[in-house]
């Protein structure tokens, strides 16, 4: 049965598994015993030069203990081989008896700290082990936290830059949007959205999706957008427009297993309409004063780069005078309700509308539906979400 005292060292993150390297195996054994005075169930594997302890300093070793009887070159160099093949693995120098030129020689070369050799007592020699891979650690983690942060602040910087500026100039009309990274790990996601003004009366809108996360998501999502953004300036129609973005996806899509789905919507201003495409992407949602529903029932056709035969449709919908458009991801429907133990869905999403008119629900977006979201989640979404709303005001739909 283990000590009281043992398990406490053991849980305070005290090394299991050390590298002695000692050609003077009787000295090495008697370090052993005061070392184990203090951590019976310590690992100790002696060897006799840097050359034999070689694999064992790859197998799980906490630290290395390396005897030097003075500041040799021959020590300092079999210091700095240690470091140079194990970077994160402290070296705790035993010198001689009183020599703290060789002690000061050794830190300089990169050693964590030294003891004396022959007579420093197993708490000595446990604290200074101790506190060896101790520092060692808080360096790891400082150095992969300062990255973390560095990449974080280049996720966020480069995915500002993947940010479009809408082109709009209408007075009637107003335009949302938000993007939310999946656990909030700042990790460059696929989705993408842009509006066009493409004439006084005409406004094109798109939200899409690539599937998976990372830089390679995002440059194709920053391809397609600005594709479809080309073809709507070159007054290409709808389904045109979608069959080319498909022969996009597949050409310049990483991995054969990666899609994009799309939701593509050409406004008329004056009339009051919509005309919709959707690839593989669920329906915006629309909301009037007579409450939050679907901009269609019917389905869309097949996503993007999955080589499936081009088979879109147009939906042609009437939207009246005022209205709200929500565009959104998957990420966001398929968040949990954890009270219920299933997915929120897209009726769960509508329902968290209901009974909001045009005004209410373009209030909640970005940040305040998807606050809530998250809230029945009980946490952050594992997925990306990126919403886009579009309102109109005043006199659409008047003509």
Not at 36 to 64: K, Q, T, Y
Not at 370 to 398: I, K, T, Y
């Amino acid at each position: 049965m283990r000590s009281r005292t043992e398990v406490s060292a053991r849980r305070s993150g005290d090394p299991e598994q050390l590298v002695l390297i000692d050609a003077d195996e009787a000295q090495a054994q008697a370090l052993v015993g005061r070392l184990r005075a203090v951590w019976p169930r310590l690992r100790v594997a002696i060897m006799a030069s840097a050359a034999d302890a070689g694999p064992a300093l790859g197998e799980g070793a906490d630290c290395v203990l390396l005897a030097a009887d003075g500041p040799h070159a021959s020590s300092m160099d079999t210091l700095a081989q240690i470091r140079s093949g194990n970077p994160d693995l402290p070296v705790v120098m035993l010198v001689a008896d009183g020599d703290e030129s060789a002690g000061v020689a050794a830190l300089s070369a990169g050693a964590q700290d030294y003891v004396w050799r022959q007579t420093s007592p197993g708490h000595s020699l446990a604290r200074a082990i101790r506190h060896s891979v101790q520092r060692k650690r808080a360096e790891r983690y400082a150095r992969e936290l300062a990255m973390l942060r560095y990449q974080s602040a280049e996720a966020s910087r480069v995915q500002r830059g993947l940010m479009p500026r809408f082109l709009l100039d209408d007075p009637r009309v107003q335009v949302r949007s938000g993007y939310r990274p999946g656990d909030r790990r700042q990790v460059l996601g696929g989705d993408f959205f842009d509006v066009v003004q493409s004439s006084p009366a005409r406004l094109q809108v798109v939200l899409g999706d690539v599937c998976g996360h990372g830089p390679d998501e995002a440059a194709l999502g920053v391809q397609l957008r600005i594709a479809w953004r080309t073809l709507i300036f070159a007054g290409v129609g709808q389904l045109q427009l979608l069959e080319t973005l498909d022969r996009l996806t597949n050409q310049e899509r990483h991995a054969e297993h990666v899609y994009a789905t799309l939701a593509s919507i050409e406004l008329d201003l004056n009339l009051g309409t919509a005309s919709l495409a959707l690839a593989g992407h669920p329906p915006p949602l629309i909301a009037t004063a007579e409450g939050v529903s679907p901009l269609t029932e019917h389905g869309g056709g097949p996503p993007l780069g999955i080589g499936l035969p081009p088979r879109w449709d147009l939906h042609e919908i009437r939207l009246g005078g005022q209205w709200t458009l929500l565009l959104y991801s998957d990420g966001i429907y398929e968040g949990r309700v954890v009270s219920r133990g299933a997915r929120l869905g897209i009726d769960g999403l509508i329902g968290l509308l209901a009974g909001a008119g045009p005004d209410a629900t373009w209030d909640l977006v970005p940040d305040g539906l998807l606050d809530h979201v998250e809230a029945l989640n009980d946490g952050p979404l594992e997925d990306d979400v990126a919403l886009l709303a579009v309102r109109c005001q005043g006199e659409c739909g008047s003509s």
